[in-house]
């Protein structure tokens, strides 16, 4: 159940402009990232580099843990995401449940 939400709120900022999927297109963002979502079958160095990403954006670091971001997105190897909008953000990590799974606060350390 709780993953049909996190879709759905994905799916709502995918539509909106607020989502940036990729490693290498989330580093190109200047600011406003609010939320960053992990593929549980990302390498170390991926589990590393958005770590760092989620120090320089200040924001949640979470990995999935029931599915995948490639399967969430529809996006062949995609290992990370961005959530730009900050009500989605808050929607997405309120409904996370067992499916995701908190790796770095950003704004709560």
Do not use: H, W
């Not at 402009?17 to 079958?41: D, H, P, Q, W, Y």
């Not at 969430?72 to 808050?90: P, Q, R, S």
């Amino acid at each position: 159940m709780q993953r049909n939400k996190i879709y759905s709120y994905v799916g709502f900022a995918r539509r909106a402009g607020k989502f940036k999927a990729g490693m290498n297109a989330i580093k190109t963002v200047k600011k406003g990232v609010e939320l960053l979502i992990l593929c549980k079958s990302a390498s170390p160095n991926a589990v590393k580099e958005a770590k760092n990403l989620s120090e320089r954006f200040f924001c949640p670091l979470y990995m999935t843990k029931a599915f995948t971001v490639e399967e969430m997105v529809d996006k062949e190897n995609c290992k990370l995401v961005a959530i730009l909008d900050c009500e989605l953000a808050k929607a997405i990590i309120s409904n996370a449940g067992e499916d995701l799974e908190e790796i770095s606060g950003g704004r709560n350390e």
